[in-house]
């Protein structure tokens, strides 16, 4: 069974920076793509960024790009999202979430490309 628990999430103030991380147990992690989602109340879950299984492609949500960056350390089978300048409409919570594919070169943004995900940690910045 795979597992994904999320830490780091905080009350922060508009600015600030917080680094999640997510970490994975029961597959092998590097063969898989990763992603973080969010989902804020009231609004869908809305995809945040991607990295390829070895980590050589990424890809960001507009509303993100430049402020946040994804990475993942294969030997302690973690994944992380560094977020700076992070701003009230950031408030969400995050979810990491395991891709179903293991292709190289692929960091995918849709859902439905994930068939495991974890169980989300609460970021809220206040302004």
């Known amino acids: 069974q795979v597992q994904l628990v999320e830490s780091g999430g905080g009350l922060v103030q508009a600015g600030d920076s917080l680094r999640l991380s997510c970490a994975v147990s029961?597959?092998?992690?590097?063969?898989?793509?990763m992603g973080w989602f969010r989902q804020a109340p009231g609004a869908e879950r809305e995809f945040v960024a991607a990295?390829?299984?070895?980590?050589?492609?990424?890809t960001y949500a507009d509303s993100v790009r430049g402020r946040f960056t994804i990475s993942r350390d294969n030997a302690k089978s973690t994944l992380y999202l560094e977020m700076n300048s992070l701003k009230p409409e950031d408030t969400a919570v995050y979810l990491c979430?395991?891709?179903?594919?293991?292709?190289?070169?692929?960091?995918?943004?849709?859902?439905?490309?994930?068939?495991?995900w974890g169980q989300g940690t609460q970021v809220t910045v206040s302004s």
């Open positions: 029961g597959r092998t992690f590097s063969n898989y793509a």
């Open positions: 979430a395991k891709s179903s594919a293991s292709f190289n070169y692929y960091a995918p943004t849709r859902g439905r490309e994930y068939d495991y």
């Open positions: 990295i390829s299984r070895i980590g050589d492609r990424k």
